[in-house]
Structure formats: C-alpha cells, structure tokens
C-alpha cells in the first residue's frame, strides 16, 4: 500500500481497488467519474443509489469507516463544468478510510426545482448536523432527517447564505436594526423546545431540569450554548447548540482572491495561527501548480509546530482550569509567551501572523531566529516535566477524568473524531505521518498514542505530542535547508520581491496578484493537514477566476461538539465540563 | 465621676473590647481580600494587584468604593426578603462567631461556658445564608449551588462537631478559655492529631473554600449560590468568606496549637502569628488543588472522615478513662 498520494494526481482512478469495487458491484454506468487535484476518486451517481453505494462502502472488508465531510456547491454560476453531470445544486460526501488510508468523494447532482436527497444520518450518525448545516447554507432538503433545523444561523433567519444568489455583502441589504419586540422574538426563538427534541419533561418519579449552559458560561470555551436535561446532577440528555460564533468564512471565500483570503483562514482555529494557512495554500498551490521549495516547506512545518505547542499550552492551562485548578493556566500562558516571542519575532505578529503565501512565506526567516527558537526548545521540556508532576500525577485529577467521558476507536471514528481526541482511543492515526505533506516525511518524530480514549489520556497525550514538536522544531533549526522562501513560479504570490524590483514583467505580475489577485485553472483541489484539533481541510473550486467559487473548510472542532452528547450522557455536570475541557475545541473553528 | 463606677469601667471596657474585636474581624476580613490575590500572585507568576498605593493596600478602599457604588440591583424574579436576608445572615453569622475566641488572656468578648457549641450553632446558622440565597434567586445554577452547599454542608458538619469532642473531653470543658488553658504543656495538634486533620477539612468546607467549594464551583455552576447577586450584598457573601477563613483559622489556633501560647514573644503576637499561617495556608490550598468531584467529596466526607473522628473519640475517651485518677 503506497501510503503517500501524489498531491498532484490528476490522472484517472478507474484503477482504484474500491471504484472497482463499486463498478463491480453496482455497474459502471451508475457512477461518472470526475477528474480533479483532490488526490481521492470523485464520482457522481443518482441519489436513488446513495444509500446503497454508502452502504456497501461502510460494510465492505476495510470498510470507510468516517464520514469526513459532507456540504454542497450552488453550481448555478458555474462556468467550467462541461464534462460533468448536469446539476443546479450538488451534494458531496466526503468518506475516509483510516484502514486504507484512502478517501473517497461522492457527488450527487440536484436539479432546483427537486432539492431533494435521502439522509444519510442512519449510515453515519454525523451525518446529521452536515445535513442541518446543507440545509442551512443552501435550503437542500434530507429525507428522513430526524431533526433537519437551522444549525448555524439563528433559527428565524430568511433565505439561505451559501447560494450564489444570497448577497455576500453588508451593503447589499438594508441597514440592520434590532428592535425591543425584534429582540423579544430572537429571544424567544433561542426558547429550548424538550418535545421538539424528542425529551419529555417529567418521567414517572422525577421532574427534570433544562439547564441552559451557555452561550455565556465559564466554561464554554467562547460563544457555545449546551442544553442539559438533569435528574439531579446527571446529565439525562444534551443537545449543543452552535452557530453564536458564524461569520461566514466559506462565503467570504468567494468574494476575496486567493491571496486575500489567507487573513481569514488564519481566524479559523484562531489558537492555530500560520497552521491554519497551511492546508489553504497547498490546496491553491495544487492549482496553481507549485512546486514549493524545501527550504518554504521547513520554515512552514517549524512554524506550524511552533502553533502546535502554543495551542496545546492553551489547551492544557484551560483543561486544568475546568478541572478546578486555578494555578496551571498563568504559567502556560508564561510559555505561551515565550512562544509568542519567537513568532513574533519571525513573522511579525502575535496570534493572527497570516504568514504563509501562496508559494511560500511572506518573508525569509531573520537573522538569528535559530537563537531565538533554540531559546524556546531550551526552556520548554522541564516545563512539561512540571506540569505532569504537579498536575497530571495529581491523585483529583486522575480520579476526576480517569474512564470519563471515555470512548472507543470504532465511535470515535462513526462520530468523525479526528486528531489527539481520536489518538486518545488508540488510534494510530496521524496524517503527518500516515500522509505526509509540506516534508513531514523528513522527520524523526512518533505520535503519542492513548489507550483508553478518556479525559485523562486527551490531556496527557496533548503533553507527549507537545515533546514530540519540540522533537521537530529542533530538527528544523539544526538541518534548515539553504535556497529560496518562495517558488519560482508566474503565480507564487506576491512574486519574489528581489525580482520584482529588477523586472518590469515581475512588476506587473505583482501588481495585478495583489490587486486583481491570481487568476487559476478551473478546476477542484483538496488538502488535508493535521491541525492543533484535529483534520482540517480545505476544499477549493476554481472556476479560473481570481476568487474561488466554493471553499469548503472541513473543521475538527465541529464533529467533536457534535459527539458530546454521545460521551456524556449518564454523566455528572462536573463530568461535562472535564468532558468539555479535554475535546479541545474553539467556537470559530466550529462555526466558521 | 460619681457614676464611672468599677462596673460601668468594666462595662465600657467590655464595649470597647467587642467593638475593637468586630472592627479587626471585619478589617481582616477585608484586607484578606489583597491579601489572597497578592499571594495566589506570588505563587501564580505574576504580580497580583499592586497598583493602588504602596504594595497595592489601597487595592482594599478602591474595592469598596466600587462595590458601594455598584448598582444595588435585585432580580425581578427573586424573593426579596430571602435575597436581602442571605447576605446578611451570611456575615452576620461568621462576625458573631468571633465573640467566644479568647485572643489573649485578657482579650476576648464573650466568655461563654458553651463556647464552642456556640461556634456550632453559628455554623448551623450560616447554611442557611447559602440556602436562601440559592433558593430565592430563582436561577438555575444558584439551586443547584445550594443543593450543593445544603448536602455538604450536612455531611461535614456531622463529623465537624466530633472532631472536636475529643478536646472538648481532653479539656473537660466546651470553654474557650478553659481549652486553651489546658494547653499549657502540650498542644492538642499532638494528642489531637486527627481532630485536628478532620476539623480542618470541615472548617475548610464549612467556609465552601476551594477545593470544597463545591456550591459556587465557577467552573460548572457559574458561581453558584450568588450568580444573581451584585454590588454590596455580593459583597457581603464576600467578605462572609473572609471572615470564615479568619474565623477558621483562629478556631484551629485555638483548639489545637494552644491559642496565645508561646515562649519571648507576646501572646497577641502569638496568636496573629499562628491565625495569619493558616490564613496562608487556606490561599495555598486554593492556588495549589484541583477541585473534586462533587460525590467524591460527599463520600470522602461519610467514608473517611467520620469514621476517623468517631475512632478518635473512641481511642480519647478510652484513654482518658484508663489514665484519669479513678475518682468515679
């Protein structure tokens, strides 16, 4: 099994061992194969053979176990799609095999006047809130959705934000004003139904308690509501409610060019920093065409770790925090700090450095950054000895998230848990490593596997994978590749600023990438990383333009909210709020 | 001066006394305040509030002056008399308290023969503070902070009173004074030893000072019991908390470490000396534990703690019995 996909496969996979499987088992003319630089067989197929075909993937020997992604494009405007099926609307279900290692697209074409495709919650429990969303951005219809509502808008919203004919801009509608019965009418909408949620109030001994936790709580981590059914203080039932923290990145997208929007992806996972740049510039580099140099791939991946660390320190300070412990999160912040000030000092910037280009990085590193990181790689590692000295070892920390909020691998997966959280249950799953990208392969570093996939082991192993990308930044400042920090290449943008200055072509070429923006080949990209929380993903669509005409940005965060009822019912509140504190997850990688 | 009489000398005395005792209790109370953040400051990394005059103690009036100024706002959905009555009872009860420690031989307001039942009863009392506070907020977290409070409370005050009988049998009386008096030769820290260790975890919960704090919890209930409460009557259920840590403190010193005892130095010097350590103490406690579960500290309470003082009753009385002169 090559474990490495060619990040610019474009060639046919009709020799694929699974599309060979499904031509054998359903027929070649169920499907239409579609060619792309997502790296993954994309076909098309009627929704009358969804379920079948999901079926038959999810219950075949080396089955795809996780339903990575699924969202839709508004392909109304969409110029460049000749040799495809005839659709207004499509809806893509993105399957990933962690036993093949391979991943899977399944696009079925809706026509306007029929928004119509059969849910598949009952295949992959996930499936549901990607549904609600669907229905929420493009007003697509899931038959047989147990509960198909407004997942991230607020529930008295018209229309639907993701078709091509809903305004991007604040301009283009009338000023907003919010009244007293305005307000009156949002705050009654936000009114938790129990019935509506299939819960009853009362059972024949207990009444139970709807306790509203959040959007505004301590430890909601940001703008996130969760509405808890109690006996007591046992958590009978729970449903999270998202959306506080929506800004419409995906809509954004298409409306800034492809350099533009690099700003945005970084307030993605906004603990993630430069790391969120990175699947978004591979994804428009596959476009492009860039060859990225060494010397940009390492700077990238030691930049990338660098926010690795800050945000597990985030992580692990709040994490303690949850857990009663006031003391830990000052002297994470203390070396968060210090991380800060080797990032800054190399990009500029603190939290949103948004330093990667498309081709490269926004600058070389400055003189003297290797002091500056080794001062860092220094410090860090007897830190780390304290914090699992004094808290992890701690006998109220153990027993406050030993086999809490446990699960296993084969949920972690159905739920679409990715990341340390999916690592936590055993799962050696590590796309650095499993697939890796940007020099990955280079490296000599181990993923850090848990065991009982529970409270205390998402926390520990956050520790370990802290020591193993200290592991790498060291390597990155002992064997830094000499040459250049951008691609040589007509659409690296801006182009190289020595050149720019020298040749009246590169001069231009600059002008109109940062005004215009650079104009790309139509066609579909994906690329995956392994981000601070998990899998992110970017989805680009080209329509050779200079925007893009759909990005998809596929967030960890937004399945593992999606799993907490399922770990925690049963559970005590003070289990909710380890459970909480040990997912690790931020409101804008959620709502985007 | 016909009427300044020996009695009303000593009336006035007494007065003065009492009032001086409460100003300082109150005064401590308040000064903890700085106090804690200062040194959950120097043990966090950082410098804690150092800006309002010199090392920051003028932190104290600025406090004040904002939490008078506040907005005295009352939930619409509350029951009033019970949220005005919660705070009130909440500091009232602890001040009160205050009245039975003998702080030096001749300092002290009360000299009461049920001294430290006394200290129960007001204890008893000031459950009800977090109860009504709880209930009458009409919120959500604030009830199940003072289902909280009123289940812990309970279970730790069932072996709070034992463990403190087996001084109370040692001094052969319920008299502050008279307790520590018995301390001359050997402090009870060291016969008493698990009294000692079981009064303090119950002091530590009969305050809801972390971990025990249980009923405010911020991170799972939002505050708990006074979620709904602002400006100076939050400010009371505060300063409550203050001066139950002092209270606290000053009890342990008195019923364990032999109170005013002490060689060269002055016994008020003592006794601040031995109260502001466990003052310090309950700060390092908080900067320094996770809070557990809420049931763990419930069963730590029923299988651990009572066990241990009911034995070291047992083992008290027994020897007592084999050692005392057989005058019976």
Known sequence: MSAVQSPYANHSHADDPVVQALFARFGNHVFVEQSTYTGMPVLWLDREHLLEVLGFLRDMPEPFEMLFDLNAIDERL????????????????????????????????????????????????????????????FGIDFRGHPHLTRLLMPPTWHGHPLRKDYPARATEFDPYTLTVEGQDTEQEALRFDPESWGMKRKDENTDYMFLNLGPNHPSAHGAFRIVLQLDGEVVVDCVPDIGYHHRGAEKMAERQSWHSYIPYTDRIDYTGGVMNNLPYVMAVEKLAGIQVTDRAKTIRVMMAEMFRINSHLLFLGTYLQDLGAMTPVFFTFTDRQKAYEVIEGITGFRMHPAWYRIGGTAHDLPNGWDKLVQGFLDWMPKRLVEYERAMMENAVIRERTKQVAAFTTREALEWGVTGPNLRATGCDFDLRKKRPYSGYENFDFEVPLGANGDAFDRGQLRIDEMRQSLRIIQQCVDHMPAGDYKADHPLTTPPPREKMLQHIETLITHFLQVSWGP????????????????????????????????????????????????????????????????????MADVDR | MSWWTPQVEAIAFALFQALVILIAAVGAGALLTMVERRLLGLWQDRHGPNRVGPFGVLQILADMLKILFKEDWIPPFADRTFFVLAPAIAMASLLLSFMIIPITPSWGVADLHIGLLFFFAMAGINVYAVLFGGWSSGNKYALLGAMRASAQTLSYEVFMGLSLMGVVAMAGSFNMREIVAAQETIWFIVPQFFGFCTFLVAGIAVTHRHPFDQPEAEQELADGYHVEYSGMKWGMFFIGEYVGIVLVSALIVTLFLGGWHGPWLPPIVWFLLKTAIFVGFFVLLRAALPRPRYDAVMSFGWKICLPLTLINLLVTGALILIFSPAGG
């Not at chain 1, 909710?576 to 997912?583: E, F, K, T």
């Open chain 1, 78 to 137: 969409r110029s460049h799609r000749a040799d495809l099926p005839p659709a207004d609307f499509t809806v893509f279900y993105q399957l990933m095999s962690v036993s093949r290692n391979r991943d899977l697209m399944l696009k079925v074409a809706l026509s306007e006047r029929d928004l119509e495709v059969p849910s598949v919650a009952g295949l992959y429990p996930n499936a549901n809130w990607y549904e609600r969303e669907v229905w929420d951005m």
């Open chain 1, 519 to 586: 104009v790309l080949k139509p066609n579909e990209s994906l690329s995956m990383i392994e981000a601070t929380k998990g899998i992110n993903s970017y989805y680009l669509t080209s329509d050779g333009n200079t925007m893009s005409y759909r990005t998809r940005i596929r967030t960890p965060s937004f399945p593992h909210l999606q799993q907490i009822p399922a770990a925690v019912r049963g559970a005590l509140v003070p289990d909710l709020i380890a459970h909480l504190g040990s997912i690790d997850f931020v």
